[in-house]
């Protein structure tokens, strides 16, 4: 498409995507000097000690022939890069892979003739295969891995991955299988909504296709019959079959019945006086009010209220474990475990105590203060490394990592501090 305008309109475009092509040339050579970095980093840091010495903290970091990193080395990584620890273990064994079991690659990275992204993809789909057959389909796709499109590489690569060692990739298939799950998360989403992801066997993929088709289709004849509601788009009611599958599931009958209790929902629901909007803290996620209206009023729905937990009321007791309602609180005012840049739900997290416990210490030592959800990893991070963090408020935490760096923890987010005598 030609710009309007003439001629110095035309021109000034062309000076824009000129520019915006030399910008992306130059946003992948610091891709790549990043990925060469993190390798030299992770071959500083990687781990030489047996690993009964290290506190059972070690963690695979890449596929099979990857030398073993510390689980403390990746956390600080991860909160110097402000990533979730899922996303830092993801890079830094993406390009552990690419430097010890696929070199090829890597190679072609360095030359500027495949993506780190292209060479990403590689590292990560072929993760669990073994060092010989990781070499084999390093050596088929490095050459051509700049040439054709993200879904042509994956087939080439699950194909050479086959032709590598055909016993070992029906091996994998069969365990493959027990990596079936769903997920359901609503964690970030401020409109009332959930994600859910699954990875099923085909053919239970094929019945639950054939179940939404059918459900789909019963809500869009009931559609039909009220002339004074709009057709809702097919998608829409797809996503609402879904519901209706649980529920009837739940009642244990194949139709909704007025009276049967399918939805249990336990939520705790924050509002103010001006907002329309109510945090909801199953998912640590926000929803319009009218929504969560509308959920008390779905057929089968059982509400119950409970008392509101005062958030600012100090507990305290004697021994170490710590009372429900101090738990409780704990949880709805972090949401998630408090290390930085964590999002693991709290309720799913060990609850810390903040100053290690003594047995023989005084009395008092389980406090509202003293007590902060910490997910099962981080929690070992903080009682065998480095790691230490302070409460400075309620929901608010100053951690110092074994490298020194200090990090803010809100219940807004994570800030990395300046270090004291730094630039």
């Known amino acids: 498409m030609r710009p309007k305008g003439g001629a110095g309109v035309t021109s000034s475009a062309e000076a824009l995507l000129e520019g915006w092509r030399v910008d992306q040339a130059k946003a992948r050579r610091r891709e790549v000097k990043a990925l060469d970095k993190a390798i030299r980093w992770l071959s500083l840091v990687a781990d030489t000690e047996p690993v009964e010495q290290r506190y059972g903290l070690e963690m695979p970091v890449g596929g099979d022939g990857c030398p073993p990193i510390g689980e403390e080395a990746v956390a600080e990584f991860a909160a110097f890069a402000q990533m979730s620890p899922h996303a830092a ?3 830094l064994a993406d390009a552990w ?3 010890w079991r696929f070199p090829e690659t890597l190679a072609a990275v360095r030359e500027g003739r495949v993506e780190v992204w292209r060479a990403r993809q590689v590292a990560a789909t072929l993760r669990g295969v073994p060092a010989e057959g990781a070499r084999y389909v390093d050596e088929a796709i490095a050459p051509i891995a700049h040439r054709v499109g993200m879904a042509r590489l994956r087939r080439m690569v699950v ?3 086959i032709l590598s060692d055909p016993d070992a990739a029906v091996a994998r298939a ?3 299988a027990e990596g079936r799950a769903i997920s359901v998360s609503g964690a970030g989403q401020p409109d009332g909504l959930a994600d859910v992801f699954g990875r099923l066997d085909a053919a239970d993929a094929a019945d639950f296709e054939a179940a939404i088709q059918e459900v789909a289709a019963e809500l869009a004849t009931l559609d039909a019959s009220s002339p004074d509601s709009e057709p809702e788009p097919l998608d829409v009611r797809r996503a609402k079959a879904v519901g209706v599958i649980a529920r009837r599931q739940l009642a244990g ?13 336990h939520t705790y629901v924050h509002l103010t ?7 909801i803290e199953a998912g640590n996620t926000l929803a319009p009010v009218e929504r969560v209206a509308e959920w ?4 089968g729905t059982k509400v119950i209220i409970r008392p509101v937990l005062d958030l600012a009321e100090s507990h305290t007791r004697d021994g170490y474990v710590p009372s429900e309602t101090m738990r409780e609180q704990a949880i709805l005012i972090n949401r998630t475990c408090v290390h930085p840049w964590c999002d693991r739900p709290a309720r799913a997290s060990d609850l810390d105590h903040i100053t290690p416990y003594e047995n023989q210490g005084p009395p008092g030592q389980t406090t509202s203060t003293n007590l902060a959800p910490l997910c099962r990893h981080h929690h ?3 009682t065998h490394s480095g790691w230490q963090y302070q409460h400075l408020e309620p929901g608010i935490y100053l951690w110092t990592s074994p490298a020194g760096r200090s990090y803010l923890r809100t219940q807004t987010g994570s800030t990395s501090l300046p270090t004291i005598g730094g630039p």
């Open 159 to 161: 194909l050479a991955e």
């Open 380 to 382: 070992r991070l903080k």
């Open 89 to 91: 273990l993801a890079y």
């Open 97 to 99: 892979d690419l430097a």
């Open 253 to 265: 009958s194949a139709e909704e019945t007025p009276d049967a209790v399918t939805r249990v929902v």
């Open 273 to 279: 006086p001006d907002s329309p909007i109510a945090h």
């Open 174 to 176: 069969r365990a493959a």
């Open 296 to 299: 008390c009023r779905t057929a």
